[in-house]
T-cell receptor, first 112, second 113 residues
Framework: AQSVTQPDIHITVSEGASLELRCNYS??????LFWYVQSPGQGLQLLLK??????LVQGIKGFEAEFKRSQSSFNLRKPSVHWSDAAEYFC??????????FGAGTTVTVRA | NAGVTQTPKFQVLKTGQSMTLQCAQD?????MSWYRQDPGMGLRLIHY???????DQGEVPNGYNVSRSTTEDFPLRLLSAAPSQTSVYFC????????????FGSGTRLTVV
């Protein structure tokens, strides 16, 4: 069985500063990788996904993520954070065609 | 708008009661699934379906039933609610090919007292 680890439970960042959220996974084959964002009381919105090809993936809202096979990582980045980026972020790995495994999530707080 | 619709948004049940959480999608996706979200645990798969008439168990299926009579609908039934089933429930559907990706509903917040 595979697992997804988000080492940081909570990150606080100043508005305008850069943000990086870490995600590590264990999976035997080439995974399908996703990042989702969840605002309080809301559902999950897809930020970006990686299936194959270019290891740097661009998503919505100015986010990008880089797949590093050697490190089994898929870290999410944003160069300049806005107050509206305060939310919970989930990394997910497509274990098979039928199951998406999620990390425990990272809560991002943005301070003025 | 196209997407996944869940009802109700909020529900309070007494221990032992039963209820059905509704999920409908209008994207003609074959694959649908139910997850529960608990603090510090991310989302965990309850049941999934790969098409009408076909369902299977996920990671935490106990206490829940599903059926899939149409492509559009995938209801989740709680047979006898327990406080441990207090959670936020999300339904998701998944496209294929160039549309591969999971679309989530807005969730149902269930409290069992």
């Amino acid at each position: 069985a595979q697992s997804v680890t988000q080492p940081d439970i909570h990150i606080t960042v100043s508005e305008g500063a850069s943000l990086e959220l870490r995600c590590n996974y264990s999976y035997g084959a080439t995974p399908y990788l996703f990042w989702y964002v969840q605002s309080p009381g809301q559902g999950l919105q897809l930020l970006l996904k990686y299936f194959s090809g270019d290891t740097l993936v661009q998503g919505i809202k100015g986010f990008e993520a880089e797949f590093k096979r050697s490190q089994s990582s898929f870290n999410l980045r944003k160069p300049s954070v806005h107050w509206s980026d305060a939310a919970e972020y989930f990394c997910a790995v497509g274990e098979s065609h039928y199951k998406l495994s999620f990390g425990a999530g990272t809560t991002v707080t943005v301070r003025a | 708008n196209a997407g996944v619709t869940q009802t109700p948004k909020f529900q309070v049940l007494k221990t032992g009661q039963s209820m059905t959480l509704q999920c409908a999608q209008d994207m003609n996706h074959e694959y649908m699934s139910w997850y529960r979200q608990d603090p510090g645990m991310g989302l965990r798969l309850i049941h999934y379906s790969v098409g009408a008439g076909i369902t299977d168990q996920g990671e935490v299926p106990n206490g829940y039933n599903v059926s899939r009579s149409t492509t559009e609908d995938f209801p989740l039934r709680l047979l006898s609610a327990a406080p441990s089933q207090t959670s936020v429930y999300f339904c998701a559907s998944r496209g294929t090919g160039s549309n591969y990706g999971y679309t989530f509903g807005s969730g149902t917040r269930l409290t069992v007292v």
